[in-house]
């Protein structure tokens, strides 16, 4: 029986009902030994016996910055779950603990890694964050991975996403292709990220994701040598790599884009995230 000790992070409660029934029934039943507040953790955990220390209202303030304060406060991670992953369709706490201890590194054409990251709480270990880049330049990046990895980021010029847009953002060269880097006011600030985050690497464990609308992009995509590979599409395919976006379902997004970026920040409607994550596995949470 797992001994639960609850970390309120937030008043957010709207999880913590299902959260507990999922982990009584998947553990075959749960104790609940006690609960605090905020920073008080540093001082109370010590004292109390628990296997899970589960975050109530993580969703409030990102389970990223829950793993963060955690951190902070020497709290021991391995025991930290955010109680909205539990109510997270496919989780179960052997899968959660997996991915976890994967070290999985994320490349993906734009903030998708990132995006994902942060909802499931894990840490960066890819520099494609806070970026995007064409679909082409992308395929050339996952051709030659480690050469691009390995030239050095240059300051081509400042741009902008629309013509209208009230703020520009440095365009980085590497080698012969350009990182968008959006979310970066300072181009220092963007080339010392991208640096900083590239050291991080597993190359051990690495799982390569895009979208696209084009079927020609699709192929050449497929045809990369990555053991786990996820392409988001509009249209039905047969090839492994095509993860097939139903416009039926999510009728709130405005377009497809919108409805992979929806699905990264923790709208997992369509498949099983950590089936897709962990292995590369394609296991749909409804008909496709």
Same mark, same amino acid.
């Given at each position: 029986? %797992?001994?639960?000790?609850?970390?309120?992070?937030?008043?957010?409660?709207?999880?913590?009902?299902?959260?507990?029934?999922?982990?009584?029934?998947?553990?075959?039943?749960?104790?609940?030994?006690?609960?605090?507040?905020?920073?008080?953790?540093?001082?109370?955990?010590?004292?109390?016996?628990?296997?899970?220390?589960?975050?109530?209202?993580?969703?409030?303030?990102?389970?990223?910055?829950?793993?963060?304060?955690?951190?902070?406060?020497?709290?021991?991670?391995?025991?930290?779950?955010?109680?909205?992953?539990?109510?997270?369709?496919?989780?179960?706490?052997?899968?959660?603990?997996?991915?976890?201890? *994967?070290?999985?590194?994320?490349?993906?054409?734009?903030?998708?890694?990132?995006?994902?990251?942060?909802?499931?709480?894990?840490?960066?270990?890819?520099?494609?964050?806070?970026?995007?880049? *064409?679909?082409?330049?992308?395929?050339?990046?996952?051709?030659?991975?480690?050469?691009?990895?390995?030239?050095?980021?240059?300051?081509?010029?400042?741009?902008?996403?629309?013509?209208?847009?009230?703020?520009?953002?440095?365009?980085?060269?590497?080698?012969?292709?350009?990182?968008?880097?959006?979310?970066?006011?300072?181009?220092?600030?963007?080339?010392?990220?991208?640096?900083?985050?590239?050291?991080?690497?597993?190359?051990?464990?690495?799982?390569?994701?895009?979208?696209?609308?084009?079927? %020609?992009?699709?192929?050449?995509?497929?045809?990369?040598?990555?053991?786990?590979?996820?392409?988001?599409?509009?249209?039905?395919?047969?090839?492994?790599?095509?993860?097939?976006?139903?416009?039926?379902?999510?009728?709130?997004?405005?377009?497809?884009?919108?409805?992979?970026?929806?699905?990264?920040?923790?709208?997992?409607?369509?498949?099983?995230?950590?089936?897709?994550?962990?292995?590369? %596995?394609?296991?749909?949470?409804?008909?496709?």
């Amino acid at each position: 029986m %797992k001994k639960v000790l609850l970390w309120f992070v937030s008043d957010n409660t709207n999880f913590l009902k299902t959260a507990l029934e999922t982990l009584d029934r998947q553990q075959n039943g749960i104790e609940l030994v006690g609960s605090v507040t905020g920073s008080e953790i540093s001082t109370c955990s010590p004292d109390i016996d628990y296997d899970l220390l589960l975050a109530v209202g993580a969703t409030k303030i990102g389970m990223g910055k829950v793993t963060k304060i955690a951190r902070q406060l020497n709290l021991p991670e391995e025991k930290l779950l955010g109680d909205w992953i539990v109510c997270i369709p496919g989780f179960t706490l052997e899968k959660y603990r997996k991915l976890q201890r *994967s070290c999985l590194s994320i490349f993906a054409r734009n903030c998708f890694g990132g995006n994902i990251s942060y909802s499931l709480g894990l840490p960066f270990r890819s520099p494609f964050v806070n970026l995007f880049t *064409s679909e082409e330049d992308f395929i050339k990046f996952l051709r030659a991975p480690r050469i691009y990895i390995e030239a050095e980021p240059t300051f081509e010029k400042w741009t902008k996403l629309l013509p209208e847009a009230p703020n520009s953002y440095p365009l980085l060269s590497l080698g012969n292709i350009s990182l968008h880097m959006l979310h970066y006011p300072d181009k220092d600030e963007a080339i010392s990220k991208w640096l900083e985050r590239k050291t991080r690497i597993n190359w051990y464990n690495l799982i390569a994701v895009m979208l696209t609308e084009d079927e %020609k992009i699709l192929r050449e995509f497929d045809a990369l040598p990555y053991g786990k590979k996820i392409c988001f599409v509009p249209f039905k395919s047969d090839l492994d790599s095509a993860w097939y976006i139903n416009p039926e379902f999510d009728k709130g997004a405005k377009d497809f884009k919108t409805r992979v970026d929806r699905f990264s920040f923790g709208y997992f409607i369509y498949y099983d995230v950590f089936d897709m994550l962990l292995y590369g %596995k394609k296991t749909p949470l409804r008909e496709m």
